[in-house]
């Protein structure tokens, strides 16, 4: 993919994943005004993400204990992936700022490297929004990772529909 840069003051951000457990897509899109972008990450990126979120705006709060408290409220409906869904990339690395001059946060998104190429040359998407508007997607975002598959209350891995090897559960009494 070409190297570019955009800059996005966020209207809305959200996170949702497509399909059924054990076999969705996720995907994180951003819009300002009617430009739309969506970029495709993993399960697992949404749920770092999630947590570094609420971790960053903590230690915000923490270094800035003038600023108000970031709500975290959403409307479900609202959280619901736009059309176009034609991923711009996929997420390799994903980053969180702060511009105390703006009260805004930014989340530097780039594209995964499929080869050894100079990092500076991936494709990178800045998001700028609200504390607010950050705090909503992590909660959702938490939400959205959920719906998956159960996790075992045994050994703490997804189980699938037609069954789960559970390795703590391996036909030994103890």
Known sequence: MPYFEIDLELDHITADAIGQPGQRVFYLQGRQGNRVITLILEKFQLQSLAIG?????????????????ASSDYQENDMRLQPPLEPLFRIGEIGLGYDPARDRVVMIVREIQETEQDPEKAATVRFWGTRSQFRALGRWSIEVISRGRPICPQCGQ????EGHFCPKKN???H
């Open 53 to 69: 979120i609420e971790q960053f705006l903590a230690e915000l709060a923490t270094q800035n204990p003038n600023l108000p408290e």
């Open 158 to 161: 997804p189980m699938e529909p």
């Open 171 to 173: 036909g030994h009494k």
